[in-house]
Protein backbone atom coordinates (compact mmCIF):
# COMPACT_ATOMS: atom_id res chain seq x y z
CA UNK A 1 0.00 0.00 0.00
CA UNK A 2 1.48 3.47 -0.74
CA UNK A 3 1.33 6.53 1.04
CA UNK A 4 1.23 9.75 -0.13
CA UNK A 5 2.25 12.91 2.03
CA UNK A 6 1.67 15.08 -0.72
CA UNK A 7 -2.01 14.14 -0.87
CA UNK A 8 -2.09 14.45 3.06
CA UNK A 9 0.01 18.03 3.00
CA UNK A 10 -3.05 19.18 0.05
CA UNK A 11 -6.18 18.68 2.72
CA UNK A 12 -4.50 20.67 5.14
CA UNK A 13 -5.04 21.01 8.66
CA UNK A 14 -8.47 22.41 10.02
CA UNK A 15 -9.40 24.89 13.21
CA UNK A 16 -12.54 24.78 14.94
CA UNK A 17 -13.12 27.32 17.66
CA UNK A 18 -16.96 26.66 19.29
CA UNK A 19 -17.06 29.52 22.70
CA UNK A 20 -20.53 29.64 24.18
CA UNK A 21 -21.74 31.59 26.88
CA UNK A 22 -24.65 30.40 28.89
CA UNK A 23 -26.52 32.06 32.01
CA UNK A 24 -28.19 29.13 34.59
CA UNK A 25 -30.61 30.62 37.19
CA UNK A 26 -29.46 27.90 40.18
CA UNK A 27 -25.97 27.74 42.37
CA UNK A 28 -22.73 26.90 41.08
CA UNK A 29 -22.38 23.28 42.94
CA UNK A 30 -25.44 22.50 41.16
CA UNK A 31 -24.61 23.36 37.78
CA UNK A 32 -21.57 21.31 37.88
CA UNK A 33 -23.07 18.52 39.25
CA UNK A 34 -25.41 18.74 36.38
CA UNK A 35 -22.51 19.07 33.50
CA UNK A 36 -21.19 16.06 34.96
CA UNK A 37 -24.56 14.60 34.74
CA UNK A 38 -25.33 15.28 31.26
CA UNK A 39 -21.70 14.19 30.06
CA UNK A 40 -22.49 11.00 31.32
CA UNK A 41 -25.67 9.37 31.59
CA UNK A 42 -27.71 12.31 30.85
CA UNK A 43 -26.21 13.10 27.38
CA UNK A 44 -28.78 13.08 24.64
CA UNK A 45 -28.99 13.36 20.66
CA UNK A 46 -30.57 16.74 19.61
CA UNK A 47 -34.22 14.45 19.85
CA UNK A 48 -34.13 13.07 23.12
CA UNK A 49 -31.98 9.48 22.36
CA UNK A 50 -29.32 8.46 25.15
CA UNK A 51 -26.07 8.62 23.78
CA UNK A 52 -24.88 5.68 26.68
CA UNK A 53 -21.95 7.88 27.67
CA UNK A 54 -19.97 7.34 30.89
CA UNK A 55 -17.75 10.12 31.80
CA UNK A 56 -15.21 9.55 34.86
CA UNK A 57 -14.88 12.41 36.91
CA UNK A 58 -11.48 12.67 38.04
CA UNK A 59 -7.91 13.27 36.43
CA UNK A 60 -7.44 10.95 33.57
CA UNK A 61 -10.89 9.09 33.83
CA UNK A 62 -12.43 8.35 30.53
CA UNK A 63 -15.10 10.04 28.51
CA UNK A 64 -17.03 7.68 25.90
CA UNK A 65 -20.17 6.10 24.63
CA UNK A 66 -20.81 2.52 25.88
CA UNK A 67 -22.66 0.67 23.44
CA UNK A 68 -22.10 -2.75 25.35
CA UNK A 69 -20.02 -5.86 24.96
CA UNK A 70 -17.08 -3.98 25.08
CA UNK A 71 -18.38 -1.71 22.45
CA UNK A 72 -18.25 1.95 21.76
CA UNK A 73 -16.40 5.34 21.28
CA UNK A 74 -13.73 7.15 23.20
CA UNK A 75 -14.20 10.41 23.10
CA UNK A 76 -11.89 11.69 25.71
CA UNK A 77 -9.75 12.05 28.57
CA UNK A 78 -10.40 14.39 32.03
CA UNK A 79 -7.19 16.74 31.28
CA UNK A 80 -8.21 18.89 34.46
CA UNK A 81 -11.48 18.85 37.16
CA UNK A 82 -12.00 21.23 40.17
CA UNK A 83 -15.04 21.47 41.67
CA UNK A 84 -17.04 23.41 40.88
CA UNK A 85 -15.79 25.62 38.65
CA UNK A 86 -13.90 24.17 36.07
CA UNK A 87 -14.00 20.46 33.81
CA UNK A 88 -11.42 20.04 30.71
CA UNK A 89 -11.43 16.98 28.58
CA UNK A 90 -8.56 16.36 25.41
CA UNK A 91 -9.39 13.83 22.43
CA UNK A 92 -11.15 13.48 19.45
CA UNK A 93 -14.60 13.62 21.25
CA UNK A 94 -16.97 13.14 18.37
CA UNK A 95 -14.73 13.07 15.75
CA UNK A 96 -13.11 10.22 14.27
CA UNK A 97 -10.25 10.29 12.50
CA UNK A 98 -7.15 12.48 12.77
CA UNK A 99 -8.40 14.81 15.37
CA UNK A 100 -7.47 16.22 18.36
CA UNK A 101 -9.96 18.44 20.78
CA UNK A 102 -10.26 20.19 23.86
CA UNK A 103 -13.47 20.92 25.84
CA UNK A 104 -13.45 23.70 29.46
CA UNK A 105 -16.01 24.21 30.49
CA UNK A 106 -15.86 27.30 33.38
CA UNK A 107 -17.96 27.98 35.96
CA UNK A 108 -18.84 31.52 37.15
CA UNK A 109 -20.74 32.02 40.39
CA UNK A 110 -23.05 35.83 39.93
CA UNK A 111 -25.44 36.09 43.08
CA UNK A 112 -27.68 33.10 42.97
CA UNK A 113 -27.34 32.18 39.57
CA UNK A 114 -23.87 30.65 37.09
CA UNK A 115 -22.61 31.61 34.17
CA UNK A 116 -21.18 28.74 31.99
CA UNK A 117 -18.52 29.40 29.45
CA UNK A 118 -17.73 26.19 27.22
CA UNK A 119 -14.50 26.52 24.60
CA UNK A 120 -14.56 23.65 22.27
CA UNK A 121 -11.15 23.98 20.49
CA UNK A 122 -9.76 21.76 17.67
CA UNK A 123 -7.51 20.59 15.00
CA UNK A 124 -7.34 18.12 12.43
CA UNK A 125 -8.93 16.52 9.47
CA UNK A 126 -12.81 17.27 9.33
CA UNK A 127 -15.17 18.01 7.27
CA UNK A 128 -16.52 21.66 7.31
CA UNK A 129 -20.05 20.71 7.95
CA UNK A 130 -19.55 19.05 11.03
CA UNK A 131 -18.43 22.77 12.75
CA UNK A 132 -21.95 24.11 12.19
CA UNK A 133 -23.21 20.59 13.36
CA UNK A 134 -21.06 20.79 16.94
CA UNK A 135 -21.95 24.39 17.10
CA UNK A 136 -25.84 23.24 17.47
CA UNK A 137 -24.74 20.35 19.70
CA UNK A 138 -23.04 22.47 22.26
CA UNK A 139 -25.91 25.04 22.18
CA UNK A 140 -28.30 21.94 22.44
CA UNK A 141 -26.13 20.57 25.17
CA UNK A 142 -25.93 23.93 27.13
CA UNK A 143 -29.97 24.05 27.03
CA UNK A 144 -29.98 20.45 28.72
CA UNK A 145 -27.83 21.60 30.73
CA UNK A 146 -29.81 24.58 32.32
CA UNK A 147 -33.10 23.19 31.90
CA UNK A 148 -32.12 20.31 34.46
CA UNK A 149 -29.97 22.90 36.84
CA UNK A 150 -32.79 24.96 37.27
CA UNK A 151 -35.18 22.09 37.80
CA UNK A 152 -33.02 21.12 40.84
CA UNK A 153 -32.82 24.44 42.03
CA UNK A 154 -36.23 24.63 41.80
CA UNK A 155 -36.89 21.37 43.99
CA UNK A 156 -34.09 22.36 46.48
CA UNK A 157 -35.91 25.34 47.75
Do not use: C
Not at 109 to 125: N, P, Q, S
Amino acid sequence: MATSTAAAAAQGIDQLAIIKDEQISAPIEIVFETILEQLGPGMQTMDGKSLHMKLEAWPGGRWFRDLGNNNGHLWGHVQAIRSPDLLEIYGPLMMSGATVSGVQYRLFAEGGKTRVHLEHRAMGVFPPAAVDGMGKGWGASLGQIRDAAERKAKGAT
